[in-house]
């Protein structure tokens, strides 16, 4: 059963419960406003031309989020910024050869892996580690040659991005693998021209 409550006793709960409110939303306010504050402040210019946390390349802005460079109102995600790679890799595929389609990635440096798997998984049908043919691979994969989409990553003295049929080769230093597949999805992207 229901307590009676005199008409002065529930205005009074009601003033009440309208103070905590408009206290609640004043706070939010002032939050708000001090929030966007400090936001806009980071955004300043530094002397070597960016916006502190964000630069703009080609057209295309990117904001560094944890350490990593994203790609405004994109799902892209890089560790290098278009001017921190070389410039190299002609002739590759847009991403849409590779939309909806499968992916097969053979790789000898798992940063770089990581950089196109998460890339590409968003555009592809599924990405799949596998072994290019002629290659004595350790673990159990499907051989896949130059007729599927076929990235294949490698350690070597020289830093190359060749496109070969359906297989990119990334090629280069173990320092400079996840710069060169970053360099690759700009590419790829349109980021960077040809």
Avoid: H
């Avoid at 409550?5 to 009601?14: A, D, G, L, N, Q």
């Avoid at 406003?33 to 916006?51: C, E, K, P, R, W």
């Avoid at 599924?126 to 691979?137: S, V």
């Amino acid at each position: 059963m229901r307590r009676l409550i005199s008409k002065e006793e529930e205005e009074r709960k009601r003033k009440r419960n309208q103070t905590i409110l408009v206290v609640f939303l004043a706070l939010i306010m002032v939050l708000s406003t001090i929030g966007f504050a400090i936001q806009s402040n980071s955004g300043t210019a530094q002397a070597d031309g960016t916006l502190g946390n964000e630069i703009e390349y080609n057209g295309y802005r990117f904001v560094n989020q944890n350490g990593l460079w994203v790609l405004n109102n994109e799902n892209f995600v890089f560790r290098y910024t278009p001017q921190e790679v070389p410039d190299i890799g002609s002739g590759l595929k847009p991403l849409n050869s590779y939309q909806g389609k499968p992916a097969y990635l053979y790789s000898e440096d798992n940063g770089a892996e990581v950089e196109i798997a998460v890339n590409l998984g968003q555009v592809v049908q599924r990405i799949q580690k596998a072994c290019p043919e002629n290659t004595n691979c350790t673990l159990d994969l499907p051989v896949k040659t130059c007729a599927d989409n076929f990235i294949i990553i490698r350690e070597d003295t020289n830093n190359s991005i060749v496109q070969s049929n359906n297989c990119v080769y990334i090629q280069g230093t173990k320092e400079q693998l996840a710069a060169l597949a970053d360099q690759f999805l700009f590419k790829i992207l349109g980021i960077r021209e040809e």
